[in-house]
């Protein structure tokens, strides 16, 4: 396929998707859904990983599937960084320049130190950005500086990401387009609830289940969860409390699983909590809940709230995380004001105790999130974008890749 451009016919273009892992949480899966539902594309694609992960084969699917490792990643910024080395030029940089490369990458999350490729071939960039500050105070000078210029557009996943990415690291806000993440508005809806699960899970059928759902990291505030359990149980004795994590613990992280562990024993409640690990289909899971409660201290927006809402879960949420008090000025989560395990725990109680509120939250949003967060609608925004990327890029700075790799070959 070929398109105009310019006033000429352009060839068809090459696009590598690039994620920093193939784990199957948040940023991964919304990368995943955009390339499932995006159906012609005017590009060739083809998806880089950073570390593998059991989204691997569903990536492979759809195109083909590479991993860099971050020896190579290395190597790469060593090239970057002394470009005009000879010993590097000769020894690194010429390792790269026989491989093709794409007329775009697309950055999803944490993916940015790719970007020293990137610039070492001159190859526009585009980064879909799902973080929060805290992911930026990980970054050092050299590729934080790279982050906020290189880059030829950023996609922000909600207003919170893009005030971040203007007001706090300086971007030009007219680099910056908002595309929020989205889901199947189809798959995610009411199911029974599975009683075969709960008993497995020696949950009892008349249970009060308050469920939550992320990787078990600081960011989610599992800690927090575990306080509101506490308090949650003392505030309505006379419920059966029994409360579910749908995820998997952080492999770069077993210190604080094993406290969060610890922490259920010390509580009294290692009973009723059960950590239930991630899994492909977390539907059967989600339909035991009552309701769901988000206690990350910062979200850049969250797909599960729109998920548990989906399928008729009220939801709890903390308005200084972030992204979600979006969902809350449009009506379909309740909102806590801090990141209080007592304020949650009230909250849920308020909920339980006057169910027409819960019902209230589900009907709004049932209505909204078809309207504003369909994956369908997100995947042809962010199609616009990639075609419009990739002309502007040809009609701008045309030859700048092969002009950086002759200007390479030349100092050696």
């Known amino acids: 396929m070929a398109y105009v451009g310019c006033n000429h016919i352009m060839p068809q273009k090459a696009v590598s998707f690039v994620s920093h892992s193939a784990c199957r949480t948040g940023a991964p899966l919304a990368l995943l859904h955009i390339l499932e539902h ?11 990983l950073l570390r593998e992960g059991p989204l691997m084969s569903e990536f492979a699917d759809l195109y083909p599937v590479s991993v860099v490792g971050q020896n190579e990643l290395h190597t790469t910024r060593l090239a970057y ?27 999803n999350s944490h993916s940015f130190e790719f970007i020293y490729l990137a610039a070492l071939y001159g190859v526009p960039v585009i980064c879909h950005i ?61 199911i029974i609830k599975d009683m075969n699960l709960l008993a497995r899970l020696n949950i009892p059928t008349d249970a009060l289940v308050i469920g939550a759902s992320g990787q078990r ?13 506490s308090y949650l149980c003392d505030l309505l004795p006379e419920h059966n409390c029994h409360f579910v994590w749908v995820g998997e613990p952080s492999p770069c992280d077993a210190v604080y699983d094993y406290l969060m562990h610890s922490e259920a024993r010390h509580l009294g409640l290692s009973d009723r909590v059960h950590f239930v690990g991630g899994h492909n289909d977390p539907r059967p899971y989600y ?13 850049s927006l969250s797909l599960v709230c729109l998920e548990l809402t989906l399928m008729g879960k009220p ?6 995380a972030g992204g979600p008090k979006e969902f809350g000025d449009e009506g379909f989560v309740h909102l806590v004001d801090m990141p209080k395990p007592e304020l949650f725990a009230k909250a849920v109680a308020n909920i339980v105790l006057n169910p027409e509120e819960g019902k ?5 949003g049932q209505d909204v999130i078809p309207r504003l967060y369909n994956i369908c609608d997100v995947a042809s925004q962010i199609e616009f ?28």
């Open 287 to 299: 339909s035991l809940f009552d309701i769901c409660t988000v206690t990350s201290r910062t979200e």
């Open 217 to 229: 990291i600081p960011l989610k505030g599992v800690d927090l969860w575990l306080q509101m359990a």
């Open 130 to 190: 799902h973080e929060v500050p805290a992911s930026f105070m990980q970054l050092d000078k050299d590729l934080l500086s790279l982050f906020c210029n290189y880059p030829v557009r950023y996609i922000a996943a909600s207003r919170y990401v893009k005030k971040m990415l203007t007001d706090d690291l300086g971007i030009d806000s007219n680099k910056v387009s908002i595309v929020s993440s989205g889901i199947d508005t189809n798959k995610w809806k009411p």
């Open 360 to 364: 209230r939250l589900v009907s709004s």
């Open 81 to 107: 960084q002394n470009i005009n080395k000879k010993s590097y030029i000769q020894g690194l940089v010429l390792k790269y320049t026989h491989k093709n490369q794409p007329d775009l990458y697309y950055l």
């Open 385 to 412: 974008i990639v075609d419009e990327v990739l002309r502007e890029c040809d009609c701008v700075y045309g030859d700048r890749k092969e002009e950086r790799v002759r200007g390479v070959n030349a100092s050696s």
């Open 38 to 48: 995006i159906k012609n594309p005017s590009w060739k694609s083809n998806v880089i």
């Open 315 to 320: 939801v709890v949420v903390c308005e200084s």
